[in-house]
């Protein structure tokens, strides 16, 4: 398996609704937050401002970036109409990016089947163009999963933890048939398959720009 690595100090994650990070990126972030002490994420959602969402997403957050400088934003665009509200979401996004410049950027991919998901993805390069961006992906019932083109393996103690920190900080949605262990840990199982792993996350990366003299 042909891998790259990189010093992380900086991340940017973004999401259309509270607990999009935690489903594509969760596991990624553990990993990160491990291997880089002190790490800076800032974390940026669309919607579910003002309710309890907002509550378990700044709780699961805190649980998902140990040790992390982690600020949270939570945003209250209405679930469902993210396109019909295309200026507010480019304004948080860039209100966001005029005081960050991260080395990474975890958003939602853009041939997610979800309308939210596929048009906050759509606007990560139209803010963030100089970056590396990977579009992570979300389990459902769109049967939109594709082929993805970087993995980040995950220790079995870190699949684990993911999938127990899902449980634990979202009893809003685990009365979602696609929301359950199983499905969780299936599909990082598969997707650790494809990358010599036993569990992985994967990720969309459209451009990638490869720096090898340093």
Known sequence: MIGLGA???KVVALGAHCDDIA????GTLLTLCRANPGLRVDALV???GGTDRENEEREALRAFCP???LDVTVHKLPDGRLPAHWDEAKSALEEL???TDPDLVLAPRTEDAHQDHRGLARLVPTVYRNHLVLGYEIVKWDADLGRPTAYQ???AQTAEKKVALLQQHYPSQ???PWYDREAFLGLARIRGIECHA???EAFSVHKLTLDWEG
């Open 7 to 9: 010093r992380v100090a």
């Open 23 to 26: 489903i594509g990126a969760g």
């Open 46 to 48: 669309l919607s579910g």
């Open 67 to 69: 040790g992390a400088e």
């Open 97 to 99: 990016r005029a005081h």
């Open 153 to 155: 393996p995950l220790t």
């Open 174 to 176: 685990r009365h979602r």
């Open 198 to 200: 036993r569990y992985a």
